[in-house]
């Protein structure tokens, strides 16, 4: 009985130590977070008007400065002769990648396929011929389709939505849109096409999951890796668009493509559709190296129903 209550006492100081130790190490992680969020709060951005930056800009090498400085560098210097969009290459996990900078949120709009619903599924089209036909300077793909584990039918699925009008729907009910608003901004919804067109979506697609929301990036993602395709952007509304090679069980994670927007500013993201379909055309050129579920290439990319154009002058 005297040996209990010995190791009962002995139980609750070891308790009371460990409270508070959890106690004092949180108590500093907020103090650091709390600094962290007033320094962010303070370079915040929320205008879209033309920001200008000198082609000298400089990095600071400071320990606490060095990383962040490095990726806006990246982003705000841009190519000379090009205010339009930049290309950084990257290595995400060990895949080829490539983040397209858009400077002008209002150059990203909605392409769709020639048809949907054809008697031969024949109304899909590639990236490379849609960003040709759109006259379009760089093109993604977007949404999903119907695919009865034989044939991709050319039947989008969810909602499309152009200037403001659904102009395809394969069901009714509210659902996860990924679109630009009337306002230029990267819109994340669970809605109908309806509910979203009232908020002020101006075109939108369904797919996800949604990445980062407001800032804050989402949690109980799948693990699985692929060729990823995704959209983003940032306060000063900066577009971004990350596409990483990869193939089946191959490729990168969701929270490793959150990992790399995140580093670029990125506060609001979402998935396109990745794997096969993955496709990135810059000038009528296809970059990335779109490949089928056995791995085997596919030299002009995967026939798919709707994309991200970005147009410019």
């Known amino acids: 009985m005297k040996k209990n209550k010995i190791m009962l006492v002995v139980d609750l100081l070891f308790a009371s130590i460990l409270i508070l130790t959890i106690t004092f190490n949180k108590t500093i ?12 709060i303070s370079k ?3 205008s879209y008007e033309p920001i200008k930056f000198e082609s000298n800009l400089l990095i600071e090498t400071n320990d606490e400065k060095v990383y ?3 990726y806006e560098a990246e982003i705000l210097n841009k190519n000379e002769g090009n205010d339009a969009y930049k290309i950084i290459d990257l290595t995400v996990a060990g895949n080829k990648g490539w983040l397209v900078v858009v400077y002008d949120p209002s150059d990203v709009r909605i392409m769709k396929s020639r048809a949907f619903k054809t008697p ?28 009865d584990g034989k044939v991709s039918k050319d039947i989008p699925f969810g909602y499309i939505i152009e200037n403001g009008k659904v ?3 394969s069901h009714n009910r509210q659902s996860d849109l990924i679109g630009m608003s009337n306002d230029n901004k990267l819109m994340l919804v669970h809605a109908t ?30 693990p699985t890796r692929a060729a990823r395709n ?15 090679d990869g193939a089946s069980y191959r490729g990168i994670t969701f929270n490793e493509g959150i990992d790399v927007l995140e580093k670029y500013g990125a506060t609001t993201a979402a998935n396109l559709d990745g794997g096969a379909s993955t496709q990135l055309v810059v000038n009528g050129k296809m970059l990335n190296s779109p490949k089928n579920a056995l791995g085997i290439p596919i030299p002009k990319g995967r026939t798919v129903v709707n994309g991200w154009g970005i147009f410019t002058s």
């Not at 300077?137 to 977007?142: A, K, L, P, S």
């Not at 952007?233 to 668009?241: C, H, K, N, T, V």
């Open 193 to 222: 096409g309806e509910e979203a067109i009232k908020m002020g979506m101006r075109d939108a697609l369904e797919f996800g999951p949604f990445l980062i929301i407001d800032g804050k990036r989402q949690t109980n993602l799948k």
């Open 68 to 70: 962040d400085n490095k």
């Open 167 to 169: 102009i395809y729907q």
């Open 230 to 244: 995704m959209i983003a952007q940032r306060d000063d509304g900066i577009m971004l668009f990350l596409v990483t």
């Open 120 to 147: 031969n599924n024949d109304g899909k089209e590639n990236i490379i011929d849609m960003t040709a036909r759109y006259g379009a300077t760089i093109g993604v793909n977007g949404g999903g389709f119907y695919d």
């Open 44 to 46: 915040t951005k929320t």
């Open 29 to 40: 992680e907020n103090k650091i977070l709390e600094k962290r969020f007033k320094e962010e």
